[in-house]
């Protein structure tokens, strides 16, 4: 069973910086995509930003604010997250495809205030 546990969530000012960081149980093996999504009261959860390989992938509203990175031997997932906006307040997950099969942490609270 795979388990993702996530760290680093918060409560910042607009404009201050918070860095997520995902630890994924068992070997990187058979990872294709690791990433961060977030999801807001009332609203489907969205894409924050993926990374497979050494390709990443970002939501327009996080593009030059937000970097993803991957560690394939502490098989951790990180999300740098600098210039935050109150938009950005959300609960952020993990996500890992591992197999063709999906899994996701339990979540970690991002707080932006104005």
């Known amino acids: 069973q795979v388990q993702l546990v996530e760290s680093g969530g918060g409560s910042v000012q607009a404009g201050g910086s918070l860095r997520l960081n995902c630890v994924v149980s068992?070997?990187?093996?058979?990872?294709?995509?690791m990433g961060w999504y977030r999801q807001t009261p009332g609203k489907q959860r969205g894409l924050v930003a993926t990374?497979?390989?050494?390709?990443?992938q970002y939501a327009e509203a996080v593009k030059g604010r937000f970097t993803i990175s991957r560690d394939n031997v502490k098989n951790t997932v990180t999300l740098q997250m600098n210039s935050l906006e109150p938009e950005d307040t959300a609960v952020y997950y993990c996500y890992v495809r591992k197999f063709s099969r999906e899994y996701w942490g339990q979540g970690t609270q991002v707080t932006v205030s104005s």
């Open positions: 068992g070997s990187s093996l058979g990872i294709v995509i």
């Open positions: 990374i497979t390989g050494g390709s990443t």
